[in-house]
């Protein structure tokens, strides 16, 4: 019962007015707290940053927040790139992880000098013959290879991920790289996903360090940045423990006070790339319940469905539900809480435990904020819904608008059928 609602039955009743629900609504001042708790965690490193995972939640006004708060932005691709050129991120600001990348995204990332970070020793020359000339400072993503492993927990199993350079490749790559009139040089990793302990980033950071001090030492390359990439996860669950990013960012100080220091290379900047951590419980969508059911099952229909929130669908995730108005009465129902796709997936919880709901309650979905939204789609003609941001100040500001037929019709060349239909 840990999970408490930044936003009242009373507050939802009053937005309504104004936008209908589905809605996505992010929660300014949990962004920024939080925010401001990861630089702490990393005050001792001297160049920390954090580059914000643009694919989390790919919208200017929570990367405007993100912004004032110090932080970067990590892209993937070209849109994403330009994403972040439009809120005026600059160099050193804008870090681009990609894979499979076509020569065209790494045109544009040159362009507008990100800081590229090469997930495959062939892209060297694919970059050289189809872009050009290396920029001075460049990243190459490892991948271990084996499992990780956390006291003999398997976290995941990189050697299965299609990402990163192999550690051999790690030196040819520097060498060809200081070859070619590279200069600096970064190294990034990202193992695990959605970990639950405070041990992954000092675990991660401590194959990283090696890495930098075996590499400088092989080939003499300048390390100046360590990115410790993504994976910080967070409790889905109302029991339990949340990852404690201060712990996190102590467990990290001590491995690279007994590796990187002594190695003189305790001028190295470290680097994140936080998606989940830095948004997903600061984001919640709102529904309300049209219809109830009672056949094999107890069911609640929600004006919402997958196409608004995948996870459930995809990996069965947990995602919990506040009845608003109800967060203090007795769970004392079982039901299916379900969206109107055609695809029985969709739904936003199973046998779950909730308050009696009635038509017209409003249903509140935590921890949408990161891979939420933006994991959306269009499936049977859904259209994708508003994203509210609640503001400090309590006012809300609509930060993106709902979608209209009119968009899901845009890229057919036949607009002139809505000649005369009121949308
Ligand atoms: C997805 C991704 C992230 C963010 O991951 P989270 O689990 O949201 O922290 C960071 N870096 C890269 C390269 C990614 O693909």
Same mark, same amino acid.
């Given at each position: 019962?840990?999970?408490?609602?930044?936003?009242? !039955?009373?507050?939802?009743?009053?937005?309504? $007015?104004?936008?209908?629900?589905?809605?996505?609504?992010?929660?300014?001042?949990?962004?920024?707290?939080?925010?401001?708790?990861?630089?702490?965690?990393?005050?001792?490193? $001297?160049?920390?940053?954090?580059?914000?995972?643009?694919?989390?939640?790919?919208?200017?006004? @929570?990367?405007?927040?993100?912004?004032?708060?110090?932080?970067? /932005?990590?892209?993937?691709? $070209?849109?994403?790139?330009?994403?972040?050129?439009?809120?005026?991120?600059?160099?050193?600001?804008?870090?681009?992880?990609?894979?499979?990348?076509?020569?065209?995204?790494?045109?544009?990332?040159?362009?507008?000098?990100?800081?590229?970070?090469?997930?495959?020793?062939?892209?060297?020359?694919?970059?050289?013959?189809?872009?050009?000339?290396?920029?001075?400072?460049?990243?190459?993503?490892?991948? /271990?290879?084996?499992?990780? !492993?956390?006291?003999?927990?398997?976290?995941?199993?990189?050697?299965?991920?299609?990402?990163?350079?192999?550690?051999?490749?790690?030196?040819? &790559?520097?060498?060809? %790289?200081?070859?070619?009139?590279? !200069?600096?040089?970064?190294?990034?990793?990202?193992?695990?996903?959605?970990?639950?302990?405070?041990?992954?980033?000092?675990?991660?950071?401590?194959?990283?360090? $090696?890495?930098?001090?075996?590499?400088?030492?092989? /080939?003499?390359?300048?390390?100046?940045?360590?990115?410790?990439?993504?994976?910080? &996860?967070?409790?889905?669950?109302?029991?339990?423990?949340?990852?404690?990013?201060?712990?996190?960012?102590?467990?990290?100080?001590?491995?690279?006070?007994?590796?990187?220091?002594?190695?003189?290379?305790?001028?190295?900047?470290?680097?994140?790339?936080?998606?989940?951590?830095?948004?997903?419980?600061?984001?919640?969508?709102?529904?309300?319940?049209?219809?109830?059911?009672?056949?094999?099952?107890?069911?609640?229909? %929600?004006?919402?469905?997958?196409?608004?929130?995948?996870?459930?669908?995809?990996?069965?995730?947990?995602?919990? @539900?506040?009845?608003?108005?109800?967060?203090?009465?007795?769970?004392?129902?079982?039901?299916?809480?379900?969206?109107?796709?055609?695809?029985?997936?969709?739904?936003?919880?199973?046998?779950?435990?909730?308050?009696?709901?009635?038509?017209?309650?409003?249903?509140?979905?935590?921890?949408?904020?990161?891979?939420?939204?933006?994991?959306?789609?269009?499936?049977?003609? !859904?259209?994708?819904?508003?994203?509210?941001?609640?503001?400090?100040?309590?006012?809300?500001?609509?930060?993106?608008?709902?979608?209209?037929?009119?968009?899901?019709?845009?890229?057919?060349?036949?607009?002139?059928?809505?000649?005369?239909?009121?949308?």
């Amino acid at each position: 019962m840990a999970k408490i609602p930044f936003i009242t !039955k009373e507050k939802i009743e009053e937005i309504v $007015k104004t936008y209908p629900t589905p809605f996505h609504i992010y929660d300014e001042k949990g962004i920024r707290e939080n925010a401001r708790k990861v630089y702490k965690a990393f005050s001792w490193n $001297k160049g920390f940053r954090e580059y914000f995972a643009v694919k989390a939640t790919p919208n200017p006004y @929570i990367l405007q927040i993100l912004k004032e708060e110090g932080c970067g /932005t990590d892209c993937a691709t $070209k849109v994403e790139l330009m994403m972040a050129k439009a809120c005026r991120f600059e160099n050193p600001y804008i870090f681009f992880s990609s894979n499979v990348t076509p020569a065209e995204e790494y045109a544009y990332a040159k362009e507008i000098n990100a800081i590229i970070n090469f997930d495959d020793i062939t892209h060297l020359k694919y970059f050289e013959e189809n872009v050009g000339e290396f920029p001075e400072t460049v990243c190459c993503r490892f991948n /271990t290879g084996g499992v990780f !492993k956390i006291s003999n927990s398997i976290m995941d199993n990189p050697q299965e991920a299609k990402y990163g350079f192999t550690r051999d490749q790690l030196t040819e &790559g520097f060498r060809y %790289l200081k070859s070619k009139g590279v !200069k600096h040089f970064g190294i990034h990793a990202f193992l695990a996903s959605n970990t639950q302990t405070n041990e992954y980033y000092p675990e991660l950071a401590k194959i990283l360090f $090696k890495t930098a001090v075996e590499l400088k030492e092989e /080939t003499g390359a300048d390390i100046r940045f360590i990115n410790l990439s993504g994976g910080v &996860g967070i409790n889905y669950l109302p029991e339990g423990e949340q990852n404690d990013i201060l712990a996190i960012g102590e467990g990290v100080r001590k491995v690279y006070e007994e590796i990187l220091v002594p190695a003189e290379m305790g001028d190295i900047a470290l680097y994140t790339e936080m998606g989940r951590f830095m948004l997903a419980p600061y984001g919640h969508l709102v529904a309300t319940a049209i219809h109830e059911k009672h056949t094999y099952k107890e069911y609640i229909g %929600l004006d919402a469905c997958a196409a608004n929130l995948m996870r459930p669908a995809i990996y069965g995730a947990y995602h919990h @539900i506040t009845v608003a108005g109800k967060e203090d009465a007795p769970c004392t129902c079982k039901y299916d809480v379900t969206g109107g796709l055609c695809e029985n997936s969709d739904k936003f919880a199973v046998d779950r435990m909730l308050p009696k709901i009635d038509i017209g309650d409003r249903i509140i979905i935590h921890d949408t904020g990161a891979h939420g939204f933006s994991m959306g789609y269009q499936y049977n003609g !859904k259209l994708r819904s508003a994203e509210l941001l609640l503001c400090e100040d309590g006012s809300v500001k609509m930060i993106r608008r709902a979608e209209t037929p009119k968009d899901y019709f845009a890229t057919f060349d036949f607009t002139h059928i809505f000649d005369g239909i009121d949308q």
